[in-house]
């Protein structure tokens, strides 16, 4: 492997320990959680059609996402799986992104607070 390569991969593993935060993944509903990090974050992304006075566009989709350090499963992240990372702040795995090296990033929905009622979280 490139020494460059190297040097890229272990910042990517230093930016997500240092921006990660503790949470239980619940691959289907009802199963035991398994401790992992994830960086989460709202991102921006496709521009919608239309335009505002000065020209621009007019409104723009949110997405939230979650990404995953994949040395932490030992089996593949699953669509509709569930994370929870802090009273009242989980999520449902709605689509998955194709795995980048030793990351995979998940778009998800948020639960509703019923649906965190069962769902420990990270102390």
């Given at each position: ?95 998955l992104y194709p795995v980048d090296d030793e990351f995979q ?8 607070p019923a649906d965190m009622q069962s769902l420990p979280v990270p102390?």
């Amino acid at each position: 492997m490139s020494r460059i390569r190297d040097i890229k991969r272990k910042a990517r593993r230093d930016r997500h320990k240092e921006l990660s935060v503790a949470a239980y993944y619940f691959p289907v509903a009802g199963a035991a959680s398994r401790p992992c990090t994830v960086r989460t974050w709202l991102r921006v992304d496709e521009m919608t059609t239309g335009t505002d006075p000065d020209g621009g566009a007019s409104m723009a989709n949110s997405e939230e996402r979650v990404r995953f350090h994949l040395p932490e499963f030992a089996a593949p992240l699953r669509r509709g799986a569930l994370v929870s990372i802090a009273a009242g702040e989980g999520y449902r795995i709605d689509h998955l992104y194709p795995v980048d090296d030793e990351f995979q990033t998940a778009r998800v929905v948020r639960l509703s607070p019923a649906d965190m009622q069962s769902l420990p979280v990270p102390v």
